[in-house]
């Protein structure tokens, strides 16, 4: 049977929140960004793991905030007072001094602060003692490692963007034996649509067996 080309379109990257895939793994994140601007001093950490969807939620709310999003290490902290700040991963290196004025801003009128990173801020390294007591007492927001429900939902955006409606049967399959994790689901779409495009055959079980057959760290999943 020939198999239909599809056309690749690039389509443009979307921080909407209606293109942001919700389940329970993130409910917790969501309740706590649309509790803004009521925050707890005004600061907010987001946290969790890469390619959960941090960024994605972060610049949605910094469009409805009309935030400004500063630099981790070089942050124009003059243009800040009295607005909505958002600076991402700031578990990865930050102008300490910088942190430390931006959250005494957020609590003033006006002010606001949303920090993105992997780690919680009771791990984020910090040199100035003020800064080390305010970072521990930071409300915080959990992405945790996705569910489900998250997994196939970006499992069926993947595979949207790539032009691909492959059969129902697919999506339990690789859920079941896929590494549980956003980044995973990105990579397994992409190889299935090259592997198919390669072979000249319809994205199904079957080749989805063959690819994840090839990873090593899954092969305990097809034994017995």
Sequence with gaps: MTRQLRLKL???????????VTGPSNQQALVA????PGWHGGCLALIGPEGA???????????????????RLQPAVAHAPGRPVLMEDVDQ??????????INMAAHTGGSLLLTAKAA????????????????ALPVALI????????EGVLRKFFKARSIRPPKEVFPYLLRR????????????????????????????????????GDTENLDLFQG
């Design 53 to 71: 969807g941090k960024t994605h939620l972060a610049r949605d709310w910094a469009t409805r905030a009309d935030a400004i999003i500063l630099d």
């Design 33 to 36: 960004l649309d509790a803004w």
């Design 144 to 151: 945790e490692e996705p569910d489900d429900v998250v997994l």
């Design 178 to 213: 896929m590494e549980r994790s956003i980044p995973a689901a990105q990579e397994i779409v992409k190889r299935l649509d090259e592997a198919a495009d390669d072979e000249q055959r319809p994205i199904s079980r079957a080749l989805a067996r063959q690819i994840l057959e």
């Design 93 to 102: 290196g930050v102008d300490g001094e910088a942190l430390f004025h931006l």
């Design 121 to 136: 801020p009771v791990a984020w390294p910090a040199t100035l003692p003020d800064l080390r007591s305010r970072l521990n």
């Design 10 to 20: 690039r389509r443009p990257l979307s921080y909407a929140r209606s293109d942001f």
